[in-house]
């Protein structure tokens, strides 16, 4: 089974300053997505991020990127320019494709709760 | 694109009474839906994956006569919390996706449970 480690629960940081939060994950697969979802004060979940194991370059969205290293399970999701309204949780999931389509599950990390300072 | 709807959005209710839950997909086709449970702070925990068409898959632990899950057509699955009491409450989400594994999970935006 797959597990996904989260190990900070909170971090905060100064608006405008640049925030790194970690993930690690433990698979014995090869092909798999790690996506980072973010979940602000109206929970409403978010998704930030998608990589593919496949992929060795580093998905970015605008002021988000993320540090994926494969052989060491790590991915990390960095916020550039923080701003008030990345105010969040944040979680970090794994996901194995199934054949079948319909079977491939999200495995959540248990999240990170950051706050931006004004 | 990729709207999923929930509803309702908030709801109370009395011990012992039965409630239902909506999850409605858009503008896509959803074959597959997946209903989650979350307590404040904490993350999401997967109750029940749901095919179009087929019985709902119950994650360990997750009571099948409890929380009913219903998925008649591809825009639509429900989850009915059966004969509720308090540690019933909590926030429940759904999420749907197309068949297609490379495509992302969408999210409603969730139901808040009381029951009194």
């Known amino acids: 089974a797959q597990t996904v480690t989260q190990s900070q629960p909170e971090m905060s940081v100064q608006e405008a300053e640049t925030v790194t939060l970690s993930c690690t994950y433990d698979t014995s697969e090869n092909n798999y997505y790690l996506f980072w979802y973010k979940q602000p004060p109206s929970r409403q979940m978010i998704l930030v991020i998608r990589q593919e194991a496949y992929k060795q370059q580093n998905a970015t969205e605008n002021r988000f990127s993320v540090n994926f290293q494969k052989a060491a399970k790590s991915f990390s999701l960095k916020i550039s320019d923080s701003q008030l309204g990345d105010t969040a949780m944040y979680f970090c999931?794994?996901?194995?494709?199934?054949?079948?389509?319909?079977?491939?599950?999200?495995?959540f990390g248990k999240g990170i709760t950051l706050s931006v300072r004004p | 694109g990729a709207v999923v709807s929930q509803h309702p959005s908030w709801v109370i209710c009395k011990s012992g009474t039965s409630v239902k839950i909506e999850c409605r997909s858009l503008d896509f086709q959803a074959t597959t839906m997946f209903w989650y449970r979350q307590f404040p702070k904490q993350s999401l925990m997967l109750m029940a994956t749901?095919?179009?068409?087929?019985?709902?898959?119950?994650e360990q632990g997750v009571e099948k006569d409890k929380f009913l899950i219903n998925h008649a057509s591809l825009t639509l699955s429900t989850l009915t919390v059966t004969s509720a009491h308090p540690e019933d409450s909590s926030f429940y989400i759904c999420?749907?996706?197309?068949?297609?594994?490379?495509?992302?999970?969408?999210f409603g935006d969730g139901t808040r449970l009381s029951i009194l």
């Open positions: 999931a794994f996901m194995k494709p199934h054949r079948t389509g319909a079977n491939s599950k999200l495995t």
């Open positions: 999420s749907a996706r197309t068949g297609a594994t490379n495509q992302p999970q969408h």
């Open positions: 749901s095919n179009e068409g087929s019985k709902a898959t119950y």
